[in-house]
């Protein structure tokens, strides 16, 4: 089974400044996809941002990217330029290619300050 | 509009009643997933259904039966309740392919049971 590690259990961060989110995974595959959903208080569970395990490139979407780093098994999520409805919690998830099941982390709570 | 919906979206009952959750996505997709969120905000698989089939079965009590009436409908039937399946419950859905995994998730059932 695959460990999805989200060390930091809360974060905060100033509006307009910049945040970082660790991720750690344990796997043994080569293939697979990481995620970092967002939950915000309505309770929905939010797409933020994908990286697929064979492209070196980092994804980037608008203020979120992030730094994947393979060999280290980390998958980090920086949020730039924070604004206040960035308030939420983020969970990384894990799923192997062709298994069709997200293993998520134990989520990191960010909440930006104004 | 809404892509991925559940009914209800709130859920009290007693202890050994049984309850039904209902699932629909108009994505097109053909994989729709029931995720169970704990007190914690700890997030795990329970079912994924593929084409009407069963093709994900995590360790969950054989009280809990997922049916899959079509491609867009998935529903979680849930016998005898106990106080423990007081979560929130998320439908999600993705497409059975693996370039387009993403998996899209429904707004959640808060369901508490006295």
């Known amino acids: 089974a695959q460990t999805v590690t989200q060390s930091q259990p809360e974060m905060s961060v100033q509006e307009a400044e910049t945040v970082t989110l660790s991720c750690t995974y344990d796997?043994?595959?080569?293939?697979?996809?990481l995620f970092w959903y967002k939950q915000p208080p309505s309770r929905q569970m939010i797409l933020v941002i994908r990286q697929e395990a064979y492209k070196q490139q980092n994804a980037t979407e608008n203020r979120f990217s992030v730094n994947f780093q393979k060999a280290a098994k980390s998958f980090s999520l920086k949020i730039s330029d924070s604004q206040l409805g960035d308030t939420a919690m983020y969970f990384c998830?894990?799923?192997?290619?062709?298994?069709?099941?997200?293993?998520f982390g134990a989520g990191t709570t960010v909440t930006v300050r104004a | 509009d809404t892509a991925v919906s559940q009914t209800p979206k709130y859920l009290v009952t007693q202890m050994g009643n049984d309850k039904s959750i209902k699932c629909e996505q108009n994505?097109?997709?053909?994989?729709m997933y029931w995720y169970k969120q704990d007190s914690k905000k700890f997030l795990k698989i329970m079912f994924s259904y593929n084409n009407k089939e069963l093709i994900i079965n995590e360790t969950v009590p054989n009280r809990f039966s997922p049916k899959s009436p079509d491609k867009a409908h998935l529903n979680l039937h849930i016998n005898s309740l106990e106080l423990g399946d007081s979560a929130v419950y998320f439908c999600?859905?993705?497409?059975?392919?693996?370039?387009?995994?993403?998996?899209?998730f429904g707004p959640g059932t808060r369901l508490l049971v006295l």
């Open positions: 998830a894990f799923m192997k290619r062709d298994d069709y099941k997200l293993s």
């Open positions: 796997t043994s595959e080569n293939n697979y996809y």
């Open positions: 999600a859905s993705s497409q059975w392919d693996p370039t387009k995994e993403t998996q899209y």
């Open positions: 994505l097109g997709h053909d994989t």
